[in-house]
């Protein structure tokens, strides 16, 4: 199964009045979960379904990307709440067999530990940026994964067709 990791877009800052999880996305992470849905339907590279972590900056950035893309929306997953062990990842992964390729919409550290496992190189050797995309192949529950490609926001095509490419942030 191809996964496609989407960390969130660019949130409120923290110290939310009601917690980390009530975050909200700013414009531009709107415009980046955007970017990314843009991007991925323009390269032929869409999810069969989206699954997406229950924090409110990354059901938003699943709902941009979604309507982007012209998908169905997001199924929210708890296990992908902002803490998720890649282990615990893997064994919910095997519940959905029947998906060819499956968009995760979450947090970092989580993602980047999550490569670190499927690919067995060190923690922190692959850095998850806000709204970048990066596509591996695994079989759940198992281990072993291959990355085929990472790519950041400031490369994606932007929304709005600026010539310019935004930087990361």
Same mark, same amino acid.
């Given at each position: 199964?191809?996964i496609?990791? +989407?960390? *969130?877009g660019?949130a409120?800052? *923290?110290? *939310?009045p009601?917690?980390?999880?009530a975050?909200?996305l700013?414009?531009k992470g709107e415009?980046?979960? %955007?970017r990314?849905?843009d991007f991925? %339907?323009a390269a032929?590279?869409?999810?069969?379904?989206?699954l997406?972590s229950?924090l409110v900056?990354?059901k938003?950035?699943a709902?941009y990307?979604c309507r982007?893309? @012209?998908?169905?929306?997001?199924v929210?997953?708890?296990w992908?709440a902002s803490?998720m062990h890649?282990?615990?990842?893997l064994r919910e992964?095997a519940a959905? @067999? =029947?998906?060819k %390729?499956?968009?995760?919409v979450? *947090? =970092?550290?989580d993602?980047?530990? +999550? +490569?670190?496992?499927?690919t067995?190189?060190?923690?922190?050797?692959?850095?998850v940026?806000k709204?970048? +995309?990066i596509?591996?192949?695994v079989?759940?529950?198992? %281990?072993?994964?291959?990355v085929?490609?990472?790519?950041?926001?400031?490369?994606? @095509?932007?929304?709005?067709n600026?010539n310019e490419?935004?930087?990361?942030d």
């Open positions: 199964m191809e496609i990791l +989407l960390r *969130h660019k409120e800052p *923290h110290g *939310h009601q917690g980390d999880a975050r909200a700013v414009p415009e980046q979960s %955007r990314a849905g991925l %339907r032929g590279i869409l999810p069969e379904i989206v997406t229950p900056r990354a938003q950035t709902e990307f982007a893309a @012209q998908l169905p929306g997001a929210v997953q708890p992908l803490g890649p282990d615990v990842a992964l959905f @067999q =029947e998906f %390729r499956i968009c995760l979450g *947090h =970092e550290p993602f980047s530990m +999550l +490569l670190a496992w499927v067995n190189c060190e923690s922190g050797a692959v850095e940026r709204g970048s +995309l596509l591996f192949d079989k759940p529950p198992s %281990r072993s994964g291959t085929r490609f990472i790519i950041p926001q400031r490369l994606m @095509q932007p929304v709005n600026r490419l935004p930087a990361d």
